[in-house]
């Protein structure tokens, strides 16, 4: 039952994000008792912090495997770009925020996670990146700032068309903005300048 339990308060946080909640509601919507729940979980703080804890753990392995799949730098970004549109609603600022809030001891175990785990990783995969000659040798900083940003704006409000939206971003930032014509204007300008 408790691999049920975090199945559908996963699915319930990817779907809505991390919001105040009570057993109640949870075990009314699972067609459950709150007992039931209590046998698997000694509290409300610890059903959130095992969920939200395995959902990043799946992720971090989800990305690792792909990561270590011999496959073009950009399917790799796309796919953990997959990931990223799943998770999303759960680890906005909004739930970030709704986690330091009620569970802060949870979301001080998230937002290392996120530094040390999933940061890492996004470095890793730009700098592969860079060095197969696929991306610009940007600063790391910079896409990494771009992404989240950007990321960060689709998903404040009711944004139902995020997930649309981060794939027209993930073309922005690969693809450039400028078309053809643009970018010969740029380099024209470029050159002109110095």
Do not use: C
């Not at 059903?47 to 990305?63: E, G, H, R, S």
């Amino acid at each position: 039952m408790q691999n049920d339990i975090q199945k559908y308060l996963t699915e319930k946080f990817q779907k809505e994000g991390v919001q105040t909640f009570t057993l109640t509601k949870i075990a009314n919507e699972m067609h459950i008792s709150k007992k039931t729940i209590y046998k698997d979980f000694e509290s409300k703080e610890a059903l959130i912090d095992k969920t939200i804890m395995d959902m990043l753990n799946n992720a971090y392995t989800k990305v690792i495997n792909i990561i270590a799949e011999k496959s073009p730098f950009i399917v790799k970004f796309y796919s953990i770009f997959d990931i990223v549109k799943d998770n999303l609603k759960a680890f906005d600022d909004s739930s970030l925020s709704e986690l330091k809030r009620h569970y802060p001891a949870t979301w001080i175990k998230a937002a290392r996670f996120r530094k040390y785990n999933i940061i890492p990783l996004l470095r890793l995969l730009i700098r592969a990146g860079v060095k197969k000659g696929v991306l610009n040798d940007y600063p790391e900083e910079l896409y990494l700032k771009l992404i989240y940003g950007a990321v960060s704006e689709l998903t404040k409000g009711n944004n139902k068309n995020f997930q649309e939206e981060i794939d027209i971003l993930l073309q922005i930032v690969l693809n450039g903005a400028l078309t053809k014509k643009g970018k010969k204007f740029l380099n024209y300008r470029l050159v002109n300048v110095n």
